[in-house]
T-cell receptor, first 117, second 109 residues
Framework: GAVVSQHPSRVICKSGTSVKIECRSL??????MFWYRQFPKQSLMLMAT?????????EQGVEKDKFLINHASLTLSTLTVTSAHPEDSSFYIC?????????????FGPGTRLTVT | GQNIDQPTEMTATEGAIVQINCTYQ??????LFWYQQHAGEAPTFLSY??LDGLEEKGRFSSFLSRSKGYSYLLLKELQMKDSASYLC??????????WGAGTKLIIKP
C-alpha cells in the first residue's frame, strides 16, 4: 500500500527558532498534500492544503507567515514552523493524495511531535 | 514490520448495526484511535482505547483486546450521514501513529 513518511519523528527546539518538517510519499506521486495538527484525543485540525507547484491554501485562523509550506515536488512537502513558541508544541501529521484535494484516498504519515521549550 | 488491517469497504442498511474490525501488529502500544472521515474533510476523532474493553459513546462503541491485537468500531442505528471512511490508527512505543488504510462504509436506504 501507499506509504507516507515524516521526518523528524520528534523534535525539541527552543522558543524563537524555526523547525522544518518533511513529508514524503514513498511509492506514489502526491498531487495534493495536507498538513494537520492534533491535540491529545482531539480531531485532526486541517492547517493547509498544498498542491505541487502552487501556493498552499491555508485554513482560517492559520498564519501562513508562521507555518510555511512548500510542495516543490510530487513526493515532498515541507512545513516550517517559524519563530516557534511553546503554544506551537503539538503533533503535526501530514497526508498525501494522488487524486486532488476533494477526491482520492488520503494516506497519512506517522506524525511529528514538536516540543518548543 | 508494523501493520494495521481493516476491511476496504463495507455496506450496511439504514437503521441497522455494523461492526468494523481492525487488527494490528505494532512495536509497542500506546493506544488505538478511531476516526471518521467524510470525503474532502478532515478526520474527526471518534474514540481512543488504551485499556481492554468496550467504550460506549452514543451510537458508537469501540472495543479493544490488546492480547489479540484487535479492535472494532460498532455503529448502531445507522444513518445515511454515517456513510464515510473509518480510520483505525495505533500509537506505537515511539508515540508514532500507524494508520490503517480506512474502511469505506456505504449506507443504503
Amino acid at each position: 500500500g501507499a506509504v507516507v513518511s515524516q521526518h523528524p519523528s520528534r523534535v525539541i527546539c527552543k522558543s524563537g527558532t524555526s523547525v522544518k518538517i518533511e513529508c514524503r510519499s514513498l511509492d506514489f506521486q502526491a498531487t495534493t498534500m495536507f498538513w494537520y495538527r492534533q491535540f491529545p484525543k482531539q480531531s485532526l485540525m486541517l492547517m493547509a492544503t498544498s498542491n505541487e507547484g502552487s501556493k498552499a491554501t491555508y485554513e482560517q485562523g492559520v498564519e501562513k507567515d508562521k507555518f510555511l509550506i512548500n510542495h516543490a515536488s510530487l513526493t515532498l512537502s515541507t512545513l516550517t514552523v517559524t519563530s516557534a513558541h511553546p503554544e506551537d508544541s503539538s503533533f503535526y501529521i501530514c497526508s498525501a493524495s494522488e487524486g486532488g484535494s476533494d477526491g482520492g484516498e488520503q494516506y497519512f504519515g506517522p506524525g511529528t511531535r514538536l516540543t518548543v521549550t | 514490520g508494523q501493520n494495521i488491517d481493516q476491511p476496504t469497504e463495507m455496506t450496511a442498511t439504514e437503521g441497522a448495526i455494523v461492526q468494523i474490525n481492525c487488527t494490528y501488529q505494532t512495536s509497542g502500544f500506546n493506544g488505538l484511535f478511531w476516526y471518521q472521515q467524510h470525503a474532502g474533510e478532515a478526520p474527526t476523532f471518534l474514540s481512543y482505547n488504551v485499556l481492554d474493553g468496550l467504550e460506549e459513546k452514543g451510537r458508537f462503541s469501540s472495543f479493544l483486546s490488546r492480547s489479540k491485537g484487535y479492535s472494532y468500531l460498532l455503529l448502531k442505528e445507522l444513518q445515511m450521514k454515517d456513510s464515510a471512511s473509518y480510520l483505525c490508527a495505533v500509537m506505537d512505543s515511539n508515540y508514532q501513529l500507524i494508520w490503517g488504510a480506512g474502511t469505506k462504509l456505504i449506507i443504503k436506504p
